[in-house]
Nanobody, 124 residues
């Protein structure tokens, strides 16, 4: 079993910042990348960012320049920093081990390889 465990999140005002740490437990040998998704009720599961084992990063256009993903491979931890928050960033954010490419129809929070998700709410 591979289990990402998340913390952080909460509420912020427009223009504010939040951090979303994530640590992976279980069988972590061989993990190739870590992903960051978000889910808004009624919308699909958007891939926000991804970081490979060698540190290569990918960001969705909607967050490029505002969000940062980094990692500590010695502790199997991923750090997600959200700056310049907007109301449309309000969503459940989920840490995912070894994600596939691109967006999904729906997120699978709580399943194997998926974190439980953490709510982020951005208000005026």
């Amino acid at each position: 079993e591979v289990r990402p465990v998340e913390s952080g999140g909460g509420s912020a005002q427009v223009g504010g910042s939040l951090r979303l740490p994530c640590t992976v437990s279980g069988v972590t040998f061989g993990l190739r990348s870590m992903g960051w998704y978000r889910q808004v009720p009624g919308n699909g599961c958007e891939q926000v960012a991804q970081i490979t084992r060698d540190g290569t990063t990918y960001y969705a256009d909607s967050v490029k320049g505002r969000f940062t993903i980094s990692q500590d491979t010695t502790t199997n931890s991923v750090y997600r920093k959200m700056n310049s928050l907007k109301p449309e960033d309000t969503a459940v954010y989920i840490c995912v081990a070894d994600p596939g490419p691109g967006n999904l129809v729906s997120c699978s929070a709580g399943e194997d390889y998926w974190g439980q998700g953490t709510q982020v709410t951005v208000s005026l």
